[in-house]
């Protein structure tokens, strides 16, 4: 068997705190009265019971962050997000922020704004006029963080590597003459812990490819299996008590020559030498690595059968060999 679990990395090493403009995330508003309730019946997990967060403070845990999912009625992904509540100001309506991929963050906000009918809420996508931006760095230098007064803030969950933990907290603020600007190492680092995390990014390029269980998506928290019910909800319940889920989202590297570096973009699909002539997987998220030249990471959603014998290529049956490593969360079995 080619395929070997193994450690994801060396240590980052990263001793200073990185902060970078991240061009590839959004952000979308659902605000007003009834914002809560639309949310609800659209998503894959509650939003009930968020704590309210104010402007300048960050918020953190389960009880004001969510990852949530957004499926078309046949349970496929067409969005995933980070969510929080962050109103105005102390005496305002419900405002929900959902950091999103910037790439589905239009689309996803109209598809959203269909459902308002005569509700009190306003969906609008305001990634043009609003920046996202990613700090990262050990447990002590986040929890110092501090952010302007006017700004939102949501802590996503820590990364651990090789024994040393990195905290991730995503800000948005409204642009200005002063826009941040991308750091090219600090972008290269956070998209390297963002795939290092295994948890997955709906981007234009996989939506509608995946139902949740497939990424592995309720096993990081997207689903809530007691809620109502929401778009492919019936469908979502049945992969998961029904065991029906034979694709599961791995981490995996290779070490491309510079000829094939572009195909490891997500949605390229993924070719198990036993089975050349259809596709065992895709990939789901992709980082060169900064620290190993030519060492690419990513995430990959692939048939289980897979990887029991035999090669698994990118792009091709004659592209790089994934190497399969390994989860840092155990699967969610009910």
Partial sequence: ???SSENPNKPLNLPQ???????????????GPDAATLLQNQLSNSVFGLKRIHSGQIAQDH??????????????????????LFPKDETS??????????????????????????????????????????????DAQMNALSIDSDAIALRMPDVLVDDQSYGRILIAQEKNQSEDKVVDTQLQQWNLLEVFSAIPRIVLATQEQFVPQMINFES???VDFKKGCYPG?????????????????QLAHITPDQDNEDACQPGAELFHSGDP???????????????????????????????ETGEIHLAN???PVLKIDLLPYPLLEI
């Avoid at 970078?20 to 979308?28: D, R, Y």
């Avoid at 005569?118 to 996202?132: A, G, H, L, M, P």
């Fill in 1 to 3: 068997m080619t395929n």
């Fill in 17 to 31: 705190l990185g902060k970078s403009l991240l061009p590839q995330w959004g952000l979308i508003f659902v605000e």
């Fill in 63 to 84: 009880s004001a962050v969510r990852l949530v999912g957004y499926c078309n009625p046949k349970g496929r992904l067409l969005a995933s997000a980070w969510v929080g």
């Fill in 93 to 138: 309506d419900d405002r929900f922020a959902l950091f999103i991929s910037q790439d589905i963050a239009a689309a996803t906000a109209k598809r959203l704004s269909m459902y308002v009918l005569r509700s009190k809420v306003k969906v609008t996508d305001v990634s043009n006029e609003w920046q996202v931006l990613g700090c990262y760095g050990s």
């Fill in 220 to 222: 990081v928290l997207g």
């Fill in 233 to 249: 909800q019936e469908i979502v319940a049945r992969s998961q008590y029904r065991g029906a889920v034979k694709r599961r989202l």
């Fill in 277 to 307: 002539s259809q596709p065992a997987g895709m990939v789901v998220l992709a980082a060169p690595n900064p620290l190993e030249p030519h060492r690419i990471d990513l995430q990959v959603e692939c048939k289980l059968e897979a990887l």
């Fill in 317 to 319: 049956v004659t592209g």
